[in-house]
C-alpha cells in the first residue's frame, strides 16, 4: 500500500486530510439549496457540517428548512461509531421517488445532539445540491454521503482502493 499524498490546497480550499477524526460538527456558514426535478426541497442557510478525516463534509439540514411531505420513512438504519443509529428517508418530489435518499440521527450521541432534527441528503440522488450557488459532486463509492465543492481538496474517501483510509 502506499503512502496518501493529500492534494495541494489552494486559498480559501480545506484540505479534508487537515479534518479531525473522531469527526464533529459544527454551524456552516453557507447557503445550501437541494432539487429533485423542478422542486426546491430544501433551502437554509442554518445547516450543520459534520468534518471527518478523508471525508468531505456532510450537511445537515434542520426540518424547518425542507419541504413539508417530501420525506417519507424508508426500511432500514445503520451504525455510526461517532453519530450513532441513522434512520432513512425516501424523498418525494416533482412525481418522483428516490428510495433511502436522505438520512438523520434521531437520538444522536452527546457530541452530535445538535444534529436532532436535522436530515442530511445523498447528492447522487438528488438532481442538484448547491453550496453557496455551487453545485456539488457527490462523494464517490455510494456509501458515504459527502459533498464536494471547490472549497475542499482530497483525495476523498469512497475511490477505489480507498476502503482502510
Do not use: N
Request: glycine share 8%.
Amino acid at each position: 500500500m502506499h503512502p496518501i499524498r493529500p492534494e495541494p490546497t489552494r486559498p480559501g480550499q480545506e484540505s479534508v486530510w487537515d479534518f479531525p477524526r473522531p469527526a464533529i460538527v459544527e454551524p456552516a456558514s453557507v447557503h445550501i439549496v437541494i432539487r429533485v426535478g423542478a422542486v426546491i426541497v430544501a433551502d437554509t442557510r442554518r445547516a450543520m457540517r459534520t468534518l471527518e478525516t478523508s471525508h468531505p463534509p456532510s450537511y445537515y439540514i434542520p426540518l424547518e428548512d425542507i419541504v413539508p411531505g417530501t420525506l417519507v420513512p424508508a426500511e432500514g438504519s445503520s451504525f455510526c461509531e461517532w453519530k450513532g443509529h441513522a434512520r432513512y428517508f425516501d424523498v418525494i418530489a416533482d412525481r418522483e421517488r428516490r428510495e433511502r435518499a436522505a438520512w438523520s440521527y434521531p437520538d444522536p450521541t452527546p457530541p452530535f445532539a445538535i444534529l436532532r432534527d436535522h436530515v442530511a441528503f445523498y447528492a447522487a440522488a438528488m438532481d442538484a445540491c448547491f453550496v453557496d450557488g455551487e453545485q456539488v459532486v457527490a462523494q464517490p463509492g455510494g456509501f458515504y454521503g459527502g459533498w464536494i465543492t471547490s472549497a475542499v481538496a482530497g483525495p476523498f474517501k469512497g475511490v477505489p482502493g480507498s476502503r482502510f483510509w
